[in-house]
């Protein structure tokens, strides 16, 4: 069993920044991506950033230019660092760890923009 556990949400004015750290129990270069994922209230789950083993990102169109995803193999921790944050950035986000057709998911975290 794996465990993700996000942490680094919290309250912040437009235009300010986060960073999010997510911390596996297990090595994270064992997982072919891992990615960062995020939920609005009544919306989809959405992928935010992801990043593969061999170090390839990803990001949605919305936080291109804005977030940035990386990983600390010996800490078994994957960061994404958001700057420039928009109310419509609000949402609960979401550590996700990809092992072949698995995914493993975090808890969560609760990320505010206030404008």
């Known amino acids: 069993q794996v465990q993700l556990v996000e942490s680094g949400g919290g309250l912040v004015q437009a235009g300010g920044s986060l960073r999010l750290s997510c911390v596996a129990s297990?090595?994270?270069?064992?997982?072919?991506?891992m990615g960062w994922y995020r939920q609005a209230p009544g919306k989809q789950r959405e992928l935010v950033a992801a990043?593969?083993?061999?170090?390839?990102?990803n990001y949605a169109d919305s936080v291109k230019g804005r977030f940035t995803i990386s990983r600390d193999n010996a800490k078994n921790m994957v960061y994404l660092q958001m700057n420039s944050l928009k109310p419509e950035d609000t949402a609960v986000y979401y550590c996700?760890?990809?092992?072949?057709?698995?995914?493993?998911w975090g808890q969560g975290t609760q990320v505010t923009v206030s404008s």
């Open positions: 297990r090595n994270i270069f064992s997982f072919n991506s």
């Open positions: 996700a760890a990809d092992a072949g057709s698995f995914r493993y």
């Open positions: 990043i593969t083993s061999g170090v390839i990102t």
